[in-house]
Structure formats: structure tokens, C-alpha cells
């Protein structure tokens, strides 16, 4: 059995990621999940959070997702983002202000319809904003 | 005859039209490599995408697959996406893909079919309107400015979902010119809904079977996941002909620039010998009137 992972990380636009790793811990929508050599096979949602590659003992990577879905077999994982970004490229100013200002447009909202969709979008900016502020397996 | 002044006036103003074609032509070639590049980088999600579907779709079979696997089971009504270029100045690239939209319209409706029609670009809107006012039924213009992107055709899925869910087409299918090299598009009809692969993936009803032999566990389950997963792949399926439209789009364009700056330098050439020989013939008929005058003394 391969003693790495072969994993690959797609948005629409292109391929963030791709190489040998040793794990990667993922923000299933049913809990974080890590997936290691030989895991079994899983079709799983991707809640908004942040996917930590790992090589050795250490974080080599962070990256946040917006959602998507994620394929295991046990050699290689392939994650199908809907948007993702390496963790160190996100202003922190700016994730804090999206959460503030989503905030207000969740109060703000008239319609049940775009209540919903604010309610959403804050979500995935809060989930960024705690990429950044409170990264995971430090 | 024209004379020299205007014969000068014309030659300037076709150097300065060929000018600007092969500007164009430039630009345009700039973009068709960045195009191009958009539309490879694009390709392992619409792959990876395609695989996981395959590997679900097996699974779900007979009455339990949602509608927009399987369809409505009708063909009464059909819905056609038609994507054009913003601008024009790119060859015949708008007018073929109205031309089979056209023709794919007429064929539906004489055999009494309701066709109802959703335009992106602003050259198909346009045409749309003219002559299908009443069949069409959203229009999108500019929405691939600078470049396409993924969230804008998520848009443009979002209304064909919510129309299917409200049940007023049965079976949609997209209209996009599909780049096979710079000289070349192909009109191209793909069919989104209902879902036209799950034929080639049926592996039969043991479940789902990786390579590795074994079956895939789901996680929250088979339905949520292929409920999320197929708009999704519409998503894809419309960006990725967004990608291969506006890759056509710069193709074109580059191609019928060309064309113009060539033309351009035809017409320069042939303007410069008919100026050059009326300018002799003048030439001539002065020398000859002074020489007459001169004799006459």
C-alpha cells in the first residue's frame, strides 16, 4: 500500500493543489474528517471551512473552501471545490468587514428568499474569517 | 475619374481602417491564448466532476433518480440556451449558431412543440428578440465581462433550475459554438437536462464499484449528495461552454480581423496604382501642354 495520499484540489477556474501528502483533514458537512492512506471509500459534502494538508508531523498547507464535494479512494482523494483560497492570502480587514456587513444584511433582509441567501453567504464569510483568526492543528 | 485629392483621401482612410483591424487582430490574439488557457485550467473540475456523477449516477436508478437525472419524462416543451459573443466584428460567429438556433426552433414548432428560449450574449438577445419576442424568456448581456466566470454561470443555472422545478420546460438544451482551433468553431448542442451520460456509465445495479473494488460510503447520503451534485454539474456544463465560447469568440474575431487587414492591403495597393498612374497621366498632359505652347511661339 502507498504510504501517501495522492490528493487534488479543483475549483472551476483551475488546480490548486495537487501532489503526495501524508493527510489531509477535511471540513466534511458531518464533521472534519481525515483521510489518510488506505482510507475507505467515501463521496462526501464539504462544508465552508478550511482543508489542512499535512506532511510529517506539521501543517504544510491551509487552504479555505467555500463548500464542495469530496471523493476517497484509497490511494488518492479529490476535492471538487465551489471556491477555494490558500489561507495566507486572506486580508483579514476585509473577512471581518464581510462578516460585519452580511450581518446587516441578514437584519436587513425583506423577503424570507433573501434572508436565506444572506444567511448563507455569512456562513461561508464567518467560516473564513475563523480561517484566519483561529487556524486549526497550530 | 476620381481625381488625385480624392484618390489620396480614400488611400488614407483605408490605411487607417487596416489600422485598426490588425489592432484588433492583435488583441484578439492576446485574448484567444488567455482564452484558451481559462478553458484548459477549467478542465480537470468538469473531469473530476464527470467521474464522481458517473460513479453516483450508476447507483441511483429507476424511480427513486431525481427529476433533473432522469427528466420529466416528457419532451413536450423545450427550453434552448443560445450563447453569443457581447460584440460583433467576429465573423460569421454570431450568425451561425442564430442560423441553427433558428433552424432547430422551426423544426420544434411544426412538429408543435412549445419552445422557449434563454439568450446570453448581447448579439443573441438581440436577434432573439427581433424574431422570437414571445418565446423568449431571460437574457443575459455582458456577463462575460472581462472573461467568464464560474459564479455568473451559476446565475444563469439558478433560473434554469428554478424553472424546471416549476415544471415549464421538460427538456433543455444549450446552443454554444465549441472551439476546435482558431480558424475553426462548431455550433454544438449539449443537453443538460435530463442528464445525457447516465448511459454510458451504467455499470449495472451491484451499487457503485471504485477501481479499487469496493463500494463508496455517502456521507450525509446518496440523494442529499446527487441533489447538491447535479445543478452543480449544470454549473460546470454552462461555464465550461462560456469558457469555449468566448475561446471561439477571440478565435473568430482573429480570424475575420485578419481577413479585413489582408483585404485592406489588397484595396491600398490597387487605390496606390490607379493614384500613381492618373498622377503620371497628369504629369504627361501638363508636360505635353507646355511643350505645344512652346512650339506654338
Redesign the interface.
Same mark, same amino acid.
Given at each position: 500500500m502507498a504510504d501517501k495520499v495522492a490528493f487534488e484540489l479543483v475549483s472551476p477556474e483551475k488546480l490548486l493543489f495537487s501532489g503526495e501528502v501524508d493527510m489531509v483533514v477535511l471540513p466534511a458537512s458531518e464533521g472534519d474528517m481525515g483521510v489518510m492512506p488506505g482510507h475507505a471509500p467515501v463521496i462526501a459534502t464539504i462544508r465552508p471551512g478550511t482543508i489542512c494538508i499535512f506532511n510529517g508531523n506539521s501543517v504544510e498547507k491551509r487552504l479555505f473552501v467555500a463548500g464542495g464535494f469530496v471523493e476517497v479512494t484509497e490511494e488518492r482523494c479529490t476535492v471538487l471545490a465551489d471556491t477555494a483560497t490558500p489561507v495566507e492570502d486572506i486580508d483579514l480587514g476585509a473577512a471581518q468587514t464581510l462578516v460585519k456587513d452580511l450581518g446587516e444584511d441578514v437584519s436587513h433582509a425583506k423577503t424570507e428568499e433573501e434572508k436565506a441567501k444572506a444567511e448563507a453567504n455569512l456562513v461561508v464569510a464567518q467560516a473564513k474569517l475563523q480561517a484566519v483568526e483561529t487556524p486549526a492543528y497550530r | 475619374m476620381a481625381s488625385l485629392k480624392d484618390l489620396k483621401t480614400r488611400i488614407s482612410s483605408v490605411q487607417s481602417t487596416r489600422r485598426i483591424t490588425s489592432a484588433m487582430k492583435m488583441v484578439a490574439a492576446a485574448k484567444l491564448k488567455r482564452a484558451q488557457e !481559462?478553458a484548459e !485550467? !477549467?478542465r480537470? *473540475?468538469a473531469e473530476? +466532476?464527470e467521474? +464522481?456523477l458517473g460513479? %453516483?449516477a450508476a447507483g441511483v436508478t429507476g424511480d427513486g433518480a431525481p427529476k433533473l437525472l432522469a427528466g420529466t419524462g416528457d419532451d413536450q416543451t423545450h427550453l434552448l440556451v443560445v450563447v453569443t459573443s457581447d460584440r460583433g466584428l467576429c465573423g460569421g460567429f454570431n450568425g451561425s449558431i442564430t442560423r441553427a438556433v433558428k433552424r432547430r426552433i422551426e423544426a420544434l414548432t411544426s412538429q408543435g412543440k412549445t419552445v422557449k428560449v434563454i439568450a446570453i450574449g448581447r448579439k443573441g438577445v438581440a436577434v432573439m428578440r427581433r424574431e422570437y419576442r414571445d418565446k423568449l424568456v431571460a437574457s443575459y448581456e455582458e456577463l462575460m465581462k472581462p472573461a467568464p !466566470? *464560474?459564479e455568473q454561470?451559476d446565475e444563469v443555472v439558478a433560473k434554469i433550475v428554478s424553472m424546471f422545478e416549476a415544471g415549464e420546460f421538460d427538456v433543455c438544451t444549450l446552443y454554444y459554438n465549441k472551439f476546435i482551433s482558431a480558424l475553426t468553431q462548431e455550433v454544438t448542442p449539449l443537453q443538460l437536462i435530463p442528464f445525457s451520460n447516465v448511459g454510458s456509465d451504467d455499470k449495472g445495479d451491484e451499487g457503485e464499484v #471504485?477501481? #479499487?473494488g =469496493?463500494?463508496? @460510503? *455517502? @456521507?450525509?447520503n446518496e440523494e @442529499?449528495?446527487l441533489e =447538491? %451534485?447535479l445543478p452543480?454539474n449544470l #454549473?460546470?456544463q454552462v *461555464?465550461r461552454s462560456m469558457l469555449e465560447s468566448f475561446a471561439s469568440e477571440q478565435g473568430a474575431r482573429m480570424t475575420a480581423m485578419d481577413n479585413a487587414t489582408r483585404n485592406a492591403g489588397d484595396m491600398i495597393n490597387s487605390l496606390s496604382i490607379t493614384y500613381n498612374r492618373a498622377r503620371q497621366a497628369q504629369i504627361t498632359k501638363e508636360l505635353i501642354e507646355i511643350i505645344s505652347g512652346a512650339e506654338a511661339l
Amino acid at each position: 500500500m502507498a504510504d501517501k495520499v495522492a490528493f487534488e484540489l479543483v475549483s472551476p477556474e483551475k488546480l490548486l493543489f495537487s501532489g503526495e501528502v501524508d493527510m489531509v483533514v477535511l471540513p466534511a458537512s458531518e464533521g472534519d474528517m481525515g483521510v489518510m492512506p488506505g482510507h475507505a471509500p467515501v463521496i462526501a459534502t464539504i462544508r465552508p471551512g478550511t482543508i489542512c494538508i499535512f506532511n510529517g508531523n506539521s501543517v504544510e498547507k491551509r487552504l479555505f473552501v467555500a463548500g464542495g464535494f469530496v471523493e476517497v479512494t484509497e490511494e488518492r482523494c479529490t476535492v471538487l471545490a465551489d471556491t477555494a483560497t490558500p489561507v495566507e492570502d486572506i486580508d483579514l480587514g476585509a473577512a471581518q468587514t464581510l462578516v460585519k456587513d452580511l450581518g446587516e444584511d441578514v437584519s436587513h433582509a425583506k423577503t424570507e428568499e433573501e434572508k436565506a441567501k444572506a444567511e448563507a453567504n455569512l456562513v461561508v464569510a464567518q467560516a473564513k474569517l475563523q480561517a484566519v483568526e483561529t487556524p486549526a492543528y497550530r | 475619374m476620381a481625381s488625385l485629392k480624392d484618390l489620396k483621401t480614400r488611400i488614407s482612410s483605408v490605411q487607417s481602417t487596416r489600422r485598426i483591424t490588425s489592432a484588433m487582430k492583435m488583441v484578439a490574439a492576446a485574448k484567444l491564448k488567455r482564452a484558451q488557457e !481559462a478553458a484548459e !485550467a !477549467a478542465r480537470p *473540475f468538469a473531469e473530476r +466532476m464527470e467521474r +464522481m456523477l458517473g460513479s %453516483l449516477a450508476a447507483g441511483v436508478t429507476g424511480d427513486g433518480a431525481p427529476k433533473l437525472l432522469a427528466g420529466t419524462g416528457d419532451d413536450q416543451t423545450h427550453l434552448l440556451v443560445v450563447v453569443t459573443s457581447d460584440r460583433g466584428l467576429c465573423g460569421g460567429f454570431n450568425g451561425s449558431i442564430t442560423r441553427a438556433v433558428k433552424r432547430r426552433i422551426e423544426a420544434l414548432t411544426s412538429q408543435g412543440k412549445t419552445v422557449k428560449v434563454i439568450a446570453i450574449g448581447r448579439k443573441g438577445v438581440a436577434v432573439m428578440r427581433r424574431e422570437y419576442r414571445d418565446k423568449l424568456v431571460a437574457s443575459y448581456e455582458e456577463l462575460m465581462k472581462p472573461a467568464p !466566470a *464560474f459564479e455568473q454561470a451559476d446565475e444563469v443555472v439558478a433560473k434554469i433550475v428554478s424553472m424546471f422545478e416549476a415544471g415549464e420546460f421538460d427538456v433543455c438544451t444549450l446552443y454554444y459554438n465549441k472551439f476546435i482551433s482558431a480558424l475553426t468553431q462548431e455550433v454544438t448542442p449539449l443537453q443538460l437536462i435530463p442528464f445525457s451520460n447516465v448511459g454510458s456509465d451504467d455499470k449495472g445495479d451491484e451499487g457503485e464499484v #471504485s477501481e #479499487s473494488g =469496493a463500494a463508496y @460510503e *455517502f @456521507e450525509p447520503n446518496e440523494e @442529499e449528495i446527487l441533489e =447538491a %451534485l447535479l445543478p452543480k454539474n449544470l #454549473s460546470v456544463q454552462v *461555464f465550461r461552454s462560456m469558457l469555449e465560447s468566448f475561446a471561439s469568440e477571440q478565435g473568430a474575431r482573429m480570424t475575420a480581423m485578419d481577413n479585413a487587414t489582408r483585404n485592406a492591403g489588397d484595396m491600398i495597393n490597387s487605390l496606390s496604382i490607379t493614384y500613381n498612374r492618373a498622377r503620371q497621366a497628369q504629369i504627361t498632359k501638363e508636360l505635353i501642354e507646355i511643350i505645344s505652347g512652346a512650339e506654338a511661339l
